[in-house]
């Protein structure tokens, strides 16, 4: 990462060390800078910097040329918490520095008593940083602690899903459905789980259910009419995506599957236009909308 990264994962792991710190900013020869201050009893605030250290010294003293203006610590910044760890970590996703941020997550599960959100956001971390296993692991410890909890068993089914262990994806999301069927962020969620197994009768049921939580988007609406589309209930699948289209025109895939509605029901013409109208808005869609295409071009002259 950068300088405010640096400084970022720099403080945390201080604090977790109970040691107070905290980032300055100030301007140099170089521009503006980043850099870091920690709090030693007797001796105050000492400047250190994670970027610009001297003789191999990763936090060495702040360049002179760097100007900081900075008040005197307050007795508040003196504290080191979890919300402060909590705080930092989720500035780092915020700069997509996901590698700081498990290694934040982990040094509040060894700073602090271990609970499952702590798990549910190391394991999202790391599968954001690009450790599949690892989240797994994280996740299933996050379920022994929360056997209940839906966001654990709806994140866990995605991630064995990624790991292609396809059977404990879908029972986690069975489980994730029975306890988060009150939650339509997930009841979309499952659904595109389902989906995404080829499971589109449970997938439908999971998106008809955040529809009637109050989800009226246009893409939830065009994901609808997909799914009837996939379970041959072509008719059924015509108003939902009408009414993704009259909501957003330019929703990507919608189009397209109502052409593969309109073909299904023999309207070869309705499916012509269809896919021509994707096709017009969507011209990266072009390998997808091909093959459909073609046929309905065939049907229409046959």
């Known amino acids: 990462g950068g300088d405010a990264e640096c400084v970022l994962l720099f403080n945390t792991l201080c604090r977790l060390a109970g040691v107070p710190a905290r980032g300055i900013h100030g301007r140099g020869k170089g521009g503006r800078h980043w850099g870091g201050e920690v709090y030693i009893e007797g001796e105050g605030g000492i400047p250190v910097d994670g970027v610009r250290g001297r003789d191999h010294d990763c936090f060495g003293r702040l360049d002179d040329d760097l100007t900081r203006g900075y008040v005197d610590w307050e007795p508040g910044l003196l504290r080191h918490n979890l919300g402060q760890v909590l705080s930092d970590a989720e500035a780092a996703e915020q700069h997509g520095d996901f590698a700081a941020s498990l290694t934040l997550w982990q040094a509040a599960l ?78 979309r969620s499952i659904g595109l789980l389902y989906w995404e197994l080829g499971d589109y009768a449970h997938a439908l049921e999971c998106r008809l259910r955040a529809r009637e939580l109050g989800d009226r988007s246009a893409y939830l609406s065009r994901d609808i009419g997909a799914t009837h589309v996939q379970l041959g209930q072509s008719e059924d699948a015509l108003p939902y995506l009408r009414e993704a289209l009259q909501k957003d025109l330019q929703i990507p895939w919608a189009h397209l599957w109502m052409a593969r509605a309109y073909y299904d029901l023999g309207r070869y013409e309705d499916s012509l236009a269809a896919c021509r109208a994707e096709l017009k808005l969507h011209p990266e869609a072009e390998p997808h909308v091909r093959p459909h295409l073609k046929a309905a071009e065939k049907a229409a002259a046959g």
């Open 110 to 187: 060894d700073k602090f008593t271990p609970a499952p959100f702590l798990y549910l956001r190391a394991g999202r971390a790391a599968a954001q940083a690009g450790d599949v296993t690892l989240a797994i692991r994280y996740l299933e410890e996050a379920r022994k602690l929360d056997p209940r909890g839906p966001q654990v068993h709806d994140t866990l089914a995605h991630l064995y899903l990624q790991a292609n262990r396809r059977d404990q994806a879908k029972a986690a999301a069975i489980e994730a459905f029975r306890f988060g069927q009150h939650n339509q962020h997930i009841c």
